[in-house]
Protein backbone atom coordinates (compact mmCIF):
# COMPACT_ATOMS: atom_id res chain seq x y z
CA UNK A 1 0.00 0.00 0.00
CA UNK A 2 1.33 3.09 -1.12
CA UNK A 3 1.92 5.91 1.73
CA UNK A 4 0.50 9.66 1.57
CA UNK A 5 4.38 10.73 0.92
CA UNK A 6 4.56 8.46 -2.18
CA UNK A 7 1.53 9.21 -3.73
CA UNK A 8 2.23 12.91 -2.62
CA UNK A 9 5.45 12.49 -4.54
CA UNK A 10 4.08 10.46 -7.60
CA UNK A 11 1.64 13.32 -8.02
CA UNK A 12 4.69 15.99 -8.18
CA UNK A 13 6.58 13.94 -10.14
CA UNK A 14 3.23 13.83 -12.94
CA UNK A 15 3.44 9.92 -12.45
CA UNK A 16 6.78 9.59 -14.67
CA UNK A 17 8.54 6.84 -12.06
CA UNK A 18 7.35 4.06 -10.00
CA UNK A 19 5.56 5.15 -6.53
CA UNK A 20 7.50 2.64 -4.88
CA UNK A 21 11.22 2.27 -6.01
CA UNK A 22 11.02 5.19 -8.24
CA UNK A 23 11.84 3.12 -11.58
CA UNK A 24 11.13 4.93 -14.68
CA UNK A 25 10.36 1.70 -16.49
CA UNK A 26 6.13 1.92 -15.72
CA UNK A 27 3.39 1.17 -18.31
CA UNK A 28 -0.21 1.64 -18.57
CA UNK A 29 -3.23 -0.57 -19.51
CA UNK A 30 -6.26 1.02 -21.37
CA UNK A 31 -8.78 4.18 -19.38
CA UNK A 32 -11.86 4.02 -17.94
CA UNK A 33 -13.82 6.70 -17.88
CA UNK A 34 -16.73 7.33 -15.50
CA UNK A 35 -18.50 10.65 -14.97
CA UNK A 36 -15.86 12.87 -15.62
CA UNK A 37 -13.34 11.01 -14.34
CA UNK A 38 -10.83 8.49 -15.77
CA UNK A 39 -9.10 5.50 -14.25
CA UNK A 40 -6.00 3.54 -15.44
CA UNK A 41 -4.11 0.87 -14.07
CA UNK A 42 -0.29 1.14 -13.73
CA UNK A 43 2.49 -1.49 -13.43
CA UNK A 44 6.03 -1.19 -12.86
CA UNK A 45 8.15 -3.89 -14.89
CA UNK A 46 10.94 -3.56 -11.78
CA UNK A 47 9.28 -4.11 -8.80
CA UNK A 48 5.99 -5.65 -10.26
CA UNK A 49 3.97 -3.13 -8.06
CA UNK A 50 0.97 -1.70 -9.47
CA UNK A 51 -1.62 0.85 -9.08
CA UNK A 52 -4.61 2.51 -10.31
CA UNK A 53 -3.72 6.74 -11.88
CA UNK A 54 -6.95 8.73 -11.37
CA UNK A 55 -7.61 11.57 -13.79
CA UNK A 56 -10.55 14.49 -13.39
CA UNK A 57 -11.74 16.78 -15.98
CA UNK A 58 -10.49 19.88 -15.09
CA UNK A 59 -11.39 22.10 -17.89
CA UNK A 60 -12.56 22.49 -21.32
CA UNK A 61 -11.07 24.52 -24.43
CA UNK A 62 -13.32 24.75 -27.67
CA UNK A 63 -11.42 23.93 -30.81
CA UNK A 64 -11.53 25.60 -33.51
CA UNK A 65 -12.54 24.66 -36.86
CA UNK A 66 -11.16 25.93 -39.89
CA UNK A 67 -12.59 26.86 -42.84
Do not use: F
Amino acid sequence: MLTQEQSRKYIEQSGINCPHCNSSNIEGGSMDMNAGNIYQNIWCNDCQEEWTDEYALVGVTETEVEV
